[in-house]
């Protein structure tokens, strides 16, 4: 094993110094905890929360910032942060306002946010929460009952933190990340698996000419093994499976994310993004905005996943509000 680490039990600890050392202008760490929030935050307004495992960087402690989070929790490598973390976090970020969490469907997570989110309202906390579930590829895995959440979980993140930012009610920004829910689909695939720095070895392994698909964030095999097939067809295999689940006409509008898995080339990254583009404009759909590059990873997985969000008046107004972040300047 290759790793530019020090020693693994301080991996994340070491990750989220050198984050906050790189944007203090965006974020501040709390105190002996691994919780990073904004370091100019935002009054009078509904605060978000959300978090995971480390190993998925950017996510999420790149999204905090204006017009996104105001907290995010970060656990060990792939292990969903503590309650007492969680807790931590909504105490820090709330202003009255009340706390919406963004959870990604994954056992552990909703374990431990909604244990947290019971002690803050046992402090007269206002807590509600969404549970994102965008991953078409299985029902259930290692990790969850029901879908998994992946990539779709940043399109939650801009626009219900647009809406809170816009000064909307703690239950129009949980209505609003409803809608996104509803609307987003994701579908992805590696080449090779990752590897944990505490383990040393790969989750799975795969020949020279084999490729995963279906493969979560964790490390997780995925819905079936093939063969390395041309960039367009394996393309057209992801688009397919997202369109038998998210109904979608000619003359509709659409946001896409090419997320990049942490150890593909950009230039693949677009060349995939190439034929994306082609078959939705091809089907008469809009593409309102693209997005490339790497949005939520698993370590040094070669690979990618393809997010499709279907875009009404007020998703599409809110995907385009203004938001600084330090992953996302471009948002």
Do not use: W
């Not at 969903?80 to 552990?108: C, F, H, M, R, W």
């Amino acid at each position: 094993m290759k790793k530019l680490i020090n020693n693994p039990e301080n991996a994340v600890n070491e990750m989220l110094e050198g984050f906050v050392k790189a944007y203090p202008q965006y974020v501040k760490r709390l105190e002996d905890l691994n919780v990073i929030v904004r370091s100019n935050p935002k009054t009078g307004k509904v605060a978000l929360v959300s978090g995971g495992g480390s190993g998925h960087e950017p996510a999420h402690a790149g999204y905090v910032g204006e017009g996104m989070l105001d907290a995010a929790v970060a656990g060990e490598v792939f292990t969903s942060p503590t309650p007492d973390q969680v807790y931590e976090a909504i105490k820090a970020v709330d202003n009255g306002k009340g706390v919406l969490l963004i959870i990604k469907n994954y056992t552990g997570d909703i374990m431990n946010f909604e244990m947290a989110s019971d002690m803050a309202k046992d402090e007269g906390i206002e807590v509600e929460q969404v549970v994102v579930n965008d991953d078409v590829a299985v029902e259930d895995s290692t990790y969850t009952t029901g879908r998994r959440g992946i990539a779709g979980t940043i399109f939650v993140h801009k626009i219900a933190g647009a809406k809170a930012e816009m000064g909307g009610s703690l239950q129009e920004v949980k209505n609003v990340a409803e809608k996104v829910i509803k609307n987003v689909k994701s579908m992805g695939m590696a080449l090779t698996s990752c590897t944990l720095p505490a383990v040393g070895k790969p989750s799975f392994t795969l020949g020279d000419n084999e490729m995963e698909i279906g493969i979560g964030i964790h490390g997780e095999p995925g819905t079936h093994r093939d063969e390395i097939k041309p960039a367009d067809e394996i393309v057209d295999e992801l688009l397919n499976k997202i369109f038998d689940n998210l109904k979608l006409d000619s003359g509709d509008e659409v946001a896409v994310m090419v997320n990049g898995m942490g150890a593909t080339p950009l230039m693949e990254l677009n060349i995939a993004n190439s034929r994306i583009n082609d078959v939705i404009v091809n089907k008469g759909i809009k593409i309102v905005r693209t997005y490339i590059g790497n949005y939520m990873t698993s370590l040094d997985m070669a690979g990618f996943s393809i997010t499709l969000l279907k875009l009404d008046d007020e998703l599409k107004e809110l995907l385009l509000y203004k938001s600084n972040t330090p992953a996302l300047v471009q948002f």
